[in-house]
């Protein structure tokens, strides 16, 4: 079956710590993001990555960073400088990004489970 | 700065009814719109996107888009309490103004209750 997964489902970190967040997609997409979401929040973006061996900052990097060595896998770490780290991490992928304008500006995203991070 | 507006609820409506949910957004570049259903404590679901002016259909759903009002709704027929959800409206929108390429803006959910 084609999809993406992350793991693990729930993180626990001590304040100091930096943790790694593991997604992998199957679907043969090129684009692949990492959104955070807030209890009655919307989802806010992270990072995203067009192409392997390229990835860019979205609105809220600060205390993030992220590879893309491999199209399937795009591992983000949320580091000790993030403040306040406690959130659901949610990885998504696309065939590609949608462009700017125009009518093929169509870029539906699929998203993996999620991982639900705590700090203690 | 690309905004796209929901009202947070919750929407609250019988079994049976229609639900209405309502999203505007600020980019009239816009091109593409995306709604998508998350219960509590899972990841988001598409349930429908559009992007032509007018409605689209797809069972129970549908999405009506009105680019000059800056507006798109989803409305689901014959709610069922399994359609308790939120929903998020996401609008395609350019990462920034140098780059030619585009993203997703998320709302912030409309929270909808269907009673029995």
């Known amino acids: 079956d084609g999809g993406i997964t992350q793991s693990p489902k729930y993180l626990f970190r001590k304040e100091g710590q930096n943790v790694t967040l593991s997604c992998e997609q199957n679907l043969n997409h090129d684009a692949m993001y990492w959104y955070r979401q807030d209890p009655g929040q919307g989802l806010r973006l992270i990072y995203y990555?067009?192409?392997?061996?390229?990835?860019q900052k979205g609105d809220i990097a600060e205390g993030y960073s992220v590879s893309r060595e491999k199209k399937e896998s795009f591992p983000l770490t949320v580091t000790s400088a993030q403040k306040n780290p406690t959130a659901f991490y949610l990885c998504a992928s696309s065939t590609s990004l949608g462009l700017a304008g125009g009518i093929s500006s169509y870029n539906e995203q699929f998203f993996g489970p999620g991982t639900r991070l705590t700090v203690l | 700065q690309k905004e796209v507006e929901q009202n947070s609820g919750p929407l609250s409506v019988p079994e049976g009814a229609i639900a209405s949910l309502n999203c505007t957004y600020s980019d009239r570049g816009s091109q593409s719109f995306f709604w998508y259903r998350q219960y509590s404590g899972k990841s988001p679901e598409l349930i429908m996107f559009i992007y032509s002016n007018g409605d689209k259909e797809d069972g129970r759903f549908t999405a009506q888009l009105n680019k000059a009002s800056q507006y798109v709704s989803l409305l689901i027929r014959d709610s069922q309490p399994s359609d308790s959800a939120t929903y998020l409206c996401a609008v395609n929108s350019p990462i920034n103004q140098y780059s030619g390429y585009s993203t997703l803006t998320f709302g912030k959910g409309t929270m909808l209750l269907v009673s029995p």
């Open positions: 990555s067009q192409i392997v061996n390229d990835f």
